[in-house]
């Protein structure tokens, strides 16, 4: 925990209070003085509080002092600092409680006003802290910067309740007398009028106005100027309005700011609503919007076969069309796994179409004997059902590209689009080798879709082959490339070893054709996963995003390299355009919830990661995010829920491990997390375990000698991980550490 405030105060001699230890003077508030300490009984630092002598204080003090006591052990909830324990040493009276590694809001504020998007969920979670205290009847009275804590993982504390005002407070605050801090005060504070819970949503207000500007909304040379101007001054709200962003949040806080309070919110749920609305993001409005006329979704062809071997070739040609029909200009298509979505179901392409928002929709099906082929396309208008174009094709099997951009020509002619000038790199069609290469490529893009490590091997050993086949075949390298990278950085096969394949893949797939999308992304993945080098690997990828701006990937793939180099704002333009083409992708949703979990926004991470639940409850990799969100929330019983569901399901996975060593850590479950570290261990003897996975867990466990050992190793190693160290909360711990600037310019992040 930091200081309550800012004051300095003097050292008392305790080095010991009953079995707590180590006592260290970290400052003080209105009525205690604060130490951090350590309880060897639970094995974990406790902030305890000890009330100032009685010469210091008025004789209401100490009753106040258990106030505080009384009203925080009553609430349990993320935003209200934990108290453990009250007790008392000869006449010294302490609460014993949690240990806050953070800063307050105050010393936040005074070094800048801060970021619109910061300050609005700073006051969300006031917000949320206040809605469960003024559930139970607790009115806080001294709601402002230097009590807002905000750990290094970006959760809000709301701490001393000192002066709150409890359900059968026994009127300790004398009539006509004013409790609180002056400058944050609600007018009926300041006259000593009787107060509620509206109080502290101005004292909120007169704090989010302060955290955006950096100044109070009424401020006096003297008290009695103070006084006055709260009392009957206007607010300056060009500050406000004037600026952007910032006069999104102006009529909120007209509300908060209301003198009479029967016009301010009536309680905090309505304040939270309203401040929900402010971070609404780019691509809910587009969820929102109409349908776009210059739209297509290619659903999966149904594979009339009887043998279901044959499937991954049906599900190849669905994605060679979608591929093909996004070079078009002026023509949106829905990506892959959006439309493979609806795979299987019995849906209607009307409900179908409602819901992938698009107003047209293809479908087919493939029939294959021997070298013979019969596709059946069909081009269905979602408003009234009606068919605007269908053919059936009888092919020979060499003749599967022409096929391909016959009905991509078909399409183009019914929707009256365009088609993208992008010169075509010749294929000889009637080499029997490149079909059987094209075939293999297929059955790997099937095996690589599954996204489980098998499929990745699988796809690995297709897209060989592939390669083999047809040497000059530079998709097939790019996806030889991305199923090395997923299993570096994963930590399923040494960097050192892994890393140096994808990048030789890579550079193949560019040296047949530099334009080709999916080899810039193949090369960007090298440059971020084990080179480090963040420039390079934006260059790939934006130059990804502009060979083809309808790849869902390459967005997705560019706001990879963003948020690790901290570029929060701009990942999230990224991620959300991947959301529009590709809505329904579990991956993207999943990246959601990661992306505000590494801006240290846990609360907006758990929301996101809870509405992707709702549209699919087996991903797997959710439930690993959800963890590690819940853990930032300290919500430790669900964060440990889903970690161990999630482990069931990966196995014997060393990241999801680490993960879940690391929410029984925080969760004083030391023992457990002591246990996966000898899980990894024992892991080790049988497959590769990244040194970053261990150094998760002992992060977590605040041991940080041994952190930092484990964390140079995998710099030694290149562990894959290591790129997103910049952003992990959990090493927020080891900053203040000058090896921990050594350790980030040697992974490539000097400034």
């Known amino acids: 925990m930091v200081a309550l405030n800012d004051d300095t105060t003097q050292v008392l001699a305790l080095p010991t209070v009953g079995r707590f230890t180590m006592l260290t003077q970290i400052g003080q508030g209105g009525m205690g003085v604060l130490f951090k300490a350590f309880d060897p009984k639970l094995n974990r630092s406790i902030a305890l509080k000890f009330l100032k002598t009685p010469v210091q204080l008025d004789p209401a003090s100490e009753t106040r002092f258990l106030n505080e006591a009384r009203a925080a052990a009553a609430l349990d909830h993320p935003n209200v600092c934990t108290v453990y324990d009250i007790g008392s040493v000869g006449d010294e009276v302490y609460i014993a409680m949690a240990f806050i590694e953070g800063e307050s809001l105050k010393q936040k504020i005074a070094r800048t006003p801060l970021p619109f998007d910061e300050a609005v969920e700073i006051a969300l979670q006031v917000g949320m802290g206040l809605q469960e205290a003024h559930s139970k009847g607790i009115v806080h009275r001294d709601i402002k910067p230097s009590n807002l804590l905000v750990t290094r993982g970006g959760v809000v504390k709301i701490v001393d309740f000192g002066l709150a005002l409890l359900p059968a407070d026994d009127k300790i605050t004398r009539e006509n007398t004013s409790i609180g801090t002056p400058a944050y005060m609600s007018p009926e504070q300041i006259k000593g009028d009787s107060t509620d819970h509206r109080a502290d949503l101005w004292s909120l207000g007169v704090t989010v106005y302060e955290s955006l500007t950096g100044s109070l909304p009424f401020t006096g040379q003297n008290m009695a100027a103070l006084v006055h101007a709260i009392l009957f001054d206007e607010i300056d709200w060009k500050r406000i309005s004037s600026s952007g962003n910032l006069s999104r949040v102006e009529p909120v806080l ?28 780019q691509s809910q409005l587009v969820s929102t919007s109409s349908t776009n006329e210059s739209c297509i979704a290619v659903l999966p062809f149904a594979n009339l076969n009887r043998s279901e071997n044959t499937e991954y070739f049906s599900d190849g040609l669905t994605d060679e069309l979608i591929n093909a029909l996004a070079q078009i200009d002026g023509l949106r298509v829905v990506s892959r796994s959006s439309a493979f979505a609806f795979k299987g179901q019995s849906i209607s392409v009307k409900t179908i179409g409602e819901q992938l928002k698009v107003p047209i929709v293809l479908e087919g099906s493939v029939r294959s004997a021997g070298n013979r082929l019969r596709v059946t396309v069909q081009l269905t208008n979602v408003a009234d059902g009606f068919h605007l174009w269908s053919e059936r094709f009888d092919r020979e099997l060499k003749d599967i590209f022409e096929l391909q951009d016959e009905i991509t020509l078909g399409i183009v002619e019914k929707l009256k689009v365009k088609l993208n000038p992008k010169p075509v790199v010749a294929t000889d069609i009637s080499n029997t080798g490149r079909l059987q290469a094209y075939d293999v490529y297929l059955e790997g893009k099937y095996n690589w879709n599954r996204q489980t490590e098998e499929g990745f091997q699988k796809a690995i050993l297709c897209f ?67 080179d480090w080098n963040w420039r390079e690997a934006e260059y790939y990828l934006r130059r990804a995003v502009e060979l083809n701006p309808s790849s869902a990937k390459a967005f997705y793939s560019l706001m990879l390299c963003l948020v690790q180099t901290g570029r929060f704002a701009e990942g999230r333009e990224a991620l959300e355009k991947s959301l529009v083409l590709d809505p329904f992708n579990m991956m993207y949703r999943t990246s959601a919830g990661w992306l505000e979990y590494y801006a240290k926004r846990p609360r907006v991470a758990a929301e996101r990661l809870e509405e992707a639940l709702k549209s699919d409850q087996t991903y797997p990799e959710l439930w690993v995010a959800l963890g590690a969100a819940y853990e930032q929330l300290g919500l430790f019983k669900d964060a440990i829920e889903y970690l161990e569901k999630a482990t069931t399901t990966y196995g014997k996975h060393p990241l999801v491990l680490a993960f879940l060593g690391s929410a029984y850590a925080s969760a004083e479950q030391r023992e457990k997390a002591q246990d996966v570290l000898s899980r990894l261990d024992k892991l080790s003897e049988t497959q590769f375990v990244p040194a970053a996975c261990r150094a998760i867990v002992y992060m977590a466990l605040q041991d940080k000698e041994a952190a930092f050992a484990q964390l140079q190793m995998a710099a030694k190693n290149r562990d894959a991980f290591l ?9 927020e711990s080891l900053r203040p550490d000058p090896r921990f600037k050594e350790l980030l310019a040697e992974i490539g992040f000097e400034n």
Not at 505 to 530: C, F, Q
Not at 723 to 731: E, H, I, K, Q, T
Request: a neutral charge; hydrophobic letters at 45%; glycine letters at 6%.
């Open 254 to 281: 007209r509300k908060l700011l209301t003198r009479e309070r029967d016009q301010r919110y009536a309680s905090a749920d309505e304040l939270i609503a309203d401040l929900k609305g402010l971070t609404v993001t």
């Open 464 to 530: 060989e082959k592939a390669t083999q086949i047809d040497p000059l075949f530079g998709g097939a390298h790019a996806g030889l490339a991305d199923a090395y990278s997923f299993l570096g950085f994963h930590g399923l096969a040494p960097s050192l070893q892994i890393f140096p394949k994808a990048r030789a893949a890579a550079e193949r797939a560019l040296e047949i054709d530099p334009t080709l999308p999916d080899a810039n992304i193949s090369m960007g993945y090298v440059k971020l996963y084990h």
């Open 723 to 731: 790129c997103w160290l910049n952003v992990l909360p959990l090493s």
